[in-house]
Nanobody, 126 residues
Framework: QVQLVESGGGLVQAGDSLRLSCAAS????????VGWFRQTPGKEREFVAT????????YYADSVKGRFTISRDNAKNTVYLQMNSLKPEDTAVYSC???????????????????WGQGTQVTVSS
């Protein structure tokens, strides 16, 4: 079992930056691929970014590529999502997820992850 807790969300203006954190507890985090997803009311959960267990492989949604950066510190059992040049359309609840695998194949579907955090709200005003 892995427990995930996100933090760092908030209300910002368009063009600002935020860094989300996802703290993991339970099993050794280095055995898990991690991902960030977001969701707005009435819409399906949307893939944002993913990173393999080692941090050597990343993949991003086209909508955030070049603006968002996923990273991890396995020694601290923490995953980060650095979000720059935020836009109003980035407004959503952001959740981190973990999948117990050492595969480097990018996991972009929610069903591929077995562990989820509760989410943190990000609101970007225009």
């Amino acid at each position: 079992q892995v427990q995930l807790v996100e933090s760092g969300g908030g209300l910002v203006q368009a063009g600002d930056s935020l860094r989300l954190s996802c703290a993991a507890s339970g099993r050794p985090f280095s055995n898990y691929a991690v991902g960030w997803f977001r969701q707005t009311p009435g819409k399906e959960r949307e893939f944002v970014a993913t990173m393999d267990w080692s941090g050597g492989s990343t993949y991003y949604a086209d909508s955030v590529k070049g603006r968002f950066t996923i990273s991890r510190d396995n020694a601290k059992n923490t995953v980060y999502l650095q979000m720059n040049s935020l836009k109003p359309e980035d407004t959503a609840v952001y959740s981190c997820a973990a999948a117990r695998t050492r595969s480097i194949v990018a996991r972009t579907e929610a069903y591929e992850y077995g562990y989820w955090g509760q989410g943190t709200q990000v609101t970007v005003s225009s």
